[in-house]
């Protein structure tokens, strides 16, 4: 960016608990920047998988870049990076804030500071930006500045006497958070004229321009032809294009010089050249040290992923590789199951993230698929002194081989408001967790110190302490590291075959609810067949629960419309329909459904 | 000149009131609507005076609706055009669906006066209870005066509806119907199971939940239903009537011939407003709004165009479909397979130019494994499972896109 001051760049983000209109704002932010006319706007021009469209939530870090004129006449380069709300995705906030020298924190003036907003704030803190407060829904008839602001002073610790009251949704006010953008924060540093040193926050495959890598310049200059190096796996390539991002499009320019956001494209074609996270240098001339990038996170939960039409294999492999490079916590590799084929076994952050990589390979690659239970990753122990990390249940050696078996612990930290402590403390109860301490930060809000194991935490934990809390806990973990645990693995059986994508591993005293469970949710969701289907959950060949999905006695269209045929084709090309979507297991007749329903036997 | 087979189909959109369980096309209207659309009825017959002379008619069928609502006067006119246009079989078999507190001993004079030959008589139940629910119009005592009333004018082929599965039925009721219908020795029986459509009163009801189980009007539970439909089949049989179709019962000879043409994919025009047709592999409805039809007959091009019907669809048509052979083989196997006589692979191979194991060879092995489906030399039909268990084991019979394809290289 020739011609640009450093001094008149600002490169910063949006953090906010969900809903609390992150979006709107940024959408206003471009608006009232004039990098698109009112016409060009869509709604949520940020959010631009479907997916997030529709669930209204962020996933994926986008970024923009804008040009604003401040009042005192100067022309500023505003770099917007837009940073997923979910727990789950703290990862790829880890990776936008790192792009960043500030962040903007949004605040509902009605609903005051949540769970998420202290989550994301320590973690902009952690990357020490400078965070700017914006109270936001002030047109809201509930909504009580004052008193959000005063929550903001005495949880959060940082001033908001003079954060911006705006309604994002009218535009109220907005003009005077970008003249605070630039008033409050802080330009990038960086010498242009040093080695070249980016970070590699985010990269998409193109399929015509290979990968497009998104970095940010911390020292040093790259333009067309510039020998880079990615420090980390050693590839090197010489740049095709440098640019930066429009809305939605990537517009090309002359060089990025440091504290630049932008884009480069090199003769990359391989996806795994690219890790996010790694630093892009001069190979002629390379910087001393990689940048610290941030900490490898390792996959939490595992299942396995099958296409439910077995010819997708290798477009689901495909699918997975491509979404692999900018989500470096997705992993996998191939597996066959007798009840579905030949699938992948994935390895996933959890629950969310894993539900949120289905439906994108089920809406943008087209794909079918069928999920298995998540898995944590055990330790097996053997009886001849051999070790192996289980992330399938179905590889369980034989019991009378199994010297012992160990499973991850968690060091968890729930903040919760006092009114709640004791609903927090029974689910802990619930899910075998370890009392460790509590301690009261500050009247009415304490932190809870739970060691949990990993596997009563990745189905549904999340909601469970939402639910418990109204949404007021907040809730974070690190591995400590692997207990000895009485496990076993639950198989059940349909029509007296072991169906193995249903088998998974549990805590002994809890295998017959969970199997009981597991045995009416699937009787519910297996139709009746032609015989009838006895449902089994066994620990190690004894039978712990049994249901029956009894024989289909009639199924019959009985009337004669005055020879008008189109109803009753309808009807059976329906009944074929609903065929398609099952899964042959014996001789019965699985719906992709029954798979899934299982994930969450703890909804109903 | 050998002329073609046809059936003919005529609609009679017009009831007393509907019945609660009723989603047919039917509604009450007034004696001007009803002129109106008879007048639109005859000209649409007329329409076919071209075309009508490649065919024989082999029955023709005025279902409704309530077809006893139209005046002698109208029924006459029906038939005179029918007459008129058509080349009406000697032999053929002309049936009339009538409501019992609708017809007189004129209506039914004038009937036999203009051929009708069988009268199917929507009976539905024998207890004024059920019939009350079911929101018919009259009561078994009504039923039984209509019926004499047939009988002595000289019909000798009568059917009677009944239906089981009803809110608040027991078997006892059910089997109570079967014996007391059965005392009176009509020639046709069809044994239908209620359906709840969306739409109709009974729905509703359903939805507000009048029909859960532990109410007064709670609908069988699974088993007590299958033992009427049990039941039906044992009754009817031993009383002589066999069941010649999934619902359908008669004595020997008695079989409706036009609903069986249904079954066998002969060639059938239907006459009124939203009336099915299938002629030479083309399926199409006419329009079902009743004043849309009443318009679209006075305009010009429905009159005497010459074309053939099958040709191109008409203003009067929707839904109109030029069959695939691969839809043709669908349709043969899942209409065909619902007589209990089953369908003749002879017929298949002869219709299609090839022999039935190439298209259904799979779908007939794994259905006959499953006892669904048995053979017998030439027949291949639903066994008794199979039979209560239709539609699952039609569905197998439609194929698959992919294959379609290749069916018609």
């Known amino acids: ?604 | 000149m050998k002329r073609e087979e046809l059936e003919l189909y005529l609609h009679i959109p017009f009831c007393v009131k509907k019945c609660n369980y009723c989603d047919f096309l039917s509604a009450s209207g007034c004696e001007e609507e009803k002129e109106a659309y008879v007048r639109a009825m005859l000209r649409e017959i007329q329409s076919y005076r071209e075309e009508a002379r490649r065919y024989e008619v082999k029955t023709v069928f005025l279902g409704g609706g309530t077809p006893s609502l139209l005046t002698c006067a109208q029924t006459e006119a029906v038939f005179e055009y029918l007459n008129r246009v058509f080349h009406i079989a000697e032999d053929a078999e002309i049936t009339m669906e009538v409501n019992p507190g609708t017809v007189t001993p004129e209506k039914l004079e004038s009937y036999r006066r203009v051929g009708v030959n069988r009268l199917s008589i929507g009976l539905q139940s024998v207890h004024d209870k059920e019939l009350k629910m079911l929101g018919r119009i009259h009561t078994y005592e009504e039923f039984l005066a209509t019926w004499q009333q047939a009988r002595k004018a000289g019909f000798e082929n009568l059917n009677v509806d009944l239906m089981s599965g009803l809110p608040g039925q027991s078997l006892e009721d059910w089997t109570g119907s079967l014996h007391k219908v059965t005392a009176l020795e009509p020639e046709h029986i069809s044994a239908y199971s209620l359906i709840l459509e969306e739409g109709t009163a009974f729905y509703q009801w359903y939805e507000q939940g009048r029909f859960a189980e532990g109410e007064e009007l709670a609908l069988p539970a699974e088993e007590e239903e299958y033992a009427m439909g049990e039941a039906a089949i044992q009754i009817l049989e031993q009383a002589g009537y066999h069941r010649y179709e999934i619902s359908n019962y008669a004595l020997p000879g008695r079989e409706c011939r036009h609903n069986l043409g249904y079954w066998e994919r002969k060639n059938y025009l239907g006459i009124g407003s939203g009336a099915a047709s299938l002629i030479q592999n083309v399926r199409f409805h006419h329009v079902r709004d009743r004043q849309e039809y009443i318009r679209k007959l006075t305009e010009p091009d429905v009159n005497g165009s010459g074309k053939a019907i099958q040709s191109a669809p008409r203003q009067l048509d929707v839904n109109w479909e030029k069959l695939s052979v691969s839809e043709q083989m669908e349709e043969f196997m899942f209409l065909g397979l619902r007589k209990t006589a089953g369908i003749s692979r002879k017929v298949f191979a002869e219709y299609f130019g090839k022999e039935i194991e190439h298209v259904y060879g799979g779908v007939i092995q794994k259905l006959t494994e499953e006892n669904l489906l048995e053979q017998t030399g030439n027949m291949l039909r639903l066994t008794h499972r199979g039979m209560d268990v239709s539609n699952l084991a039609l569905s197998e019979f439609l194929l698959d896109e992919a294959c379609t394809e290749t069916e018609e290289l």
């Open chain 1, 1 to 604: 960016m020739a011609g640009v001051e450093q001094s008149n760049i600002r490169n910063f983000c949006i953090i906010a608990h969900i809903d609390h209109g992150k979006s709107t704002l940024a959408d206003r932010i471009i608006e009232k920047t004039g990098l698109l006319t009112s016409r060009e706007m869509q709604a949520q021009v940020l959010d631009n998988m479907d997916l997030e469209r529709e669930r209204g939530i962020t996933i994926k870090a986008q970024t923009v870049r804008t040009v604003y004129r401040a009042k005192n006449g100067e022309e500023y380069i505003f770099n917007l990076i837009d940073t997923p709300g979910h727990v789950d995705f703290n990862y790829e906030v880890s990776r936008s804030l790192a792009a960043c020298d500030g962040a903007i924190l949004v605040v509902d003036a009605a609903q005051g500071v949540e769970a998420q907003t202290l989550a994301n704030v320590y973690l902009a803190l952690d990357h020490d930006l400078d965070v700017m407060p914006v109270i936001n829904k002030i047109d809201l008839p509930s909504a009580d500045p004052e008193r959000v602001k005063e929550e903001i002073e005495d949880v959060i610790g940082i001033d908001a006497e003079d954060a911006p009251l705006i309604s994002a949704k009218t535009g109220l006010n907005v003009d005077e958070v970008l003249e605070q953008i630039v008033s409050k924060i802080p330009a990038p540093e960086g010498n242009p004229k040093a080695p070249l040193q980016a970070l590699i926050f985010d990269s998409v495959y193109d399929s015509y321009r290979g990968v497009i890598v998104f970095c940010r310049i911390k020292q040093g200059t790259v333009r067309k032809g510039t020998p880079i190096l990615m420090m980390a796996t050693g590839a090197t390539a010489e740049v095709v294009e440098v640019g930066y991002f429009g809305a939605g499009q990537f517009i090309p320019c002359d060089e990025l010089d440091a504290g630049m956001v932008g884009y480069i494209t090199a003769s990359l074609k391989n996806v795994k050249e690219t890790r996010v996270g790694d630093t892009v240098t001069n190979a002629e001339n390379p910087c001393a040290e990689p940048l610290p990038g941030y900490k490898k996170v390792n996959p939490m939960v595992y299942c396995g992923l099958y296409p439910s039409d077995g010819a997708k294999y290798p477009d689901l492999r495909d699918a997975l590789e491509k979404l692999q490079l900018n989500d470096a916590a997705l992993q996998f590799e191939p597996e066959t199951s007798v009840a579905l084929g030949f699938g992948f076994r994935c390895g996933f952050l959890g629950l969310l993230h894993l539900e949120i990589i289905q439906e994108r390979l089920e809406r943008e690659y087209n794909l079918d698929l069928v999920t298995t239970a998540p898995s944590v990753i055990y330790k097996v122990h053997k009886t001849n002194g051999e070790m192996i990390e289980l992330t399938n249940p179905t590889n369980l050696p034989d019991p009378s081989e199994i010297e012992y078996m160990e499973e991850p612990i968690v060091k968890a930290e729930i903040m919760v408001t006092s009114e709640f402590i004791g609903a927090i403390m029974d689910l802990c109860q619930e899910r075998r967790g370890v009392y460790q301490g509590m301690e009261y930060i500050e009247e009415k809000r304490a932190v809870l110190n739970y060691h949990l194991p990993l596997n009563e935490i990745i189905y549904d934990f999340f909601d469970a302490l939402k639910s418990r809390s109204r949404g007021y806990a907040s809730f974070d973990y690190e591995i400590l590291g692997y207990e000895r645990s009485e496990l076993v693995k639950l198989d059940i059986l349909i029509n007296k075959e072991e169906v193995d994508a249903l088998s998974f591993i549990i805590h002994s005293s809890n295998a017959y609810e969970r199997g009981r469970k597991m045995c009416e949710k699937l009787k519910n969701e297996i139709p009746r067949q032609l015989f009838e289907i006895p449902i089994q959950a066994a620990v190690g060949g004894k039978i712990i629960a049994r249901e029956t999905v009894k024989a289909m006695r009639k199924d019959v269209l009985a009337k004669c419309y005055g020879g008008d045929i189109s109803r009753k084709k309808k009807l059976l090309e329906k009944q074929k329909e609903g065929k398609k979507r099952m899964r042959q297991v014996g001789n019965v007749e699985i719906p992709q459904r029954a798979f899934m329903s299982v994930l969450k036997l703890d909804e109903d």
